[in-house]
């Protein structure tokens, strides 16, 4: 299983990015999909999750009605648009994936990305 992700990049406050996941190995609409982020000397965070068929999605407190997430069960891609960034979302960036139902929750996902670099700047 591979989960490739990318967008991400150095951005000023109240900018937009979308990071995108390409997954590959596995039957991709069998999982439930999940963005989470790690700052610097913190722990990993979730940020956003959406079912298997995309019908439902869950989004942490600090990003909600800022960010989308959004899959493409057809090209097995998962995206999240991030509007209105701020320096605090500043972390590396992972998809993560899990076989069933959407769970909050960091050690609930098997497959990892390697993670992608986002730095907002003040």
């Known amino acids: 299983v591979q989960l490739q992700a990318s967008g991400g990049g150095l951005v000023e406050a109240g900018d937009s990015l979308r990071l995108s996941c390409a997954a590959s190995g596995l039957t991709f609409s069998s999982y439930a999909m999940a963005w989470f982020r790690q700052a610097p000397g913190k722990e990993r965070e979730f940020v956003a999750a959406?079912?298997?068929?995309?019908?439902?999605?869950s989004y942490a407190d600090s990003v909600k009605g800022r960010s989308t997430i959004s899959r493409d069960n057809a090209k097995n891609t998962v995206d999240v648009q991030m509007n209105s960034l701020k320096p605090e979302d500043t972390a590396v960036y992972y998809c993560?994936?899990?076989?069933?139902?959407?769970?909050?929750?960091?050690?609930?996902?098997?497959?990892w990305g390697q993670g992608t670099q986002v730095t907002v700047s003040s």
């Open positions: 993560a994936a899990r076989p069933g139902v959407v769970v909050p929750t960091t050690n609930s996902y098997d497959y």
């Open positions: 959406i079912s298997r068929r995309g019908s439902s999605t």
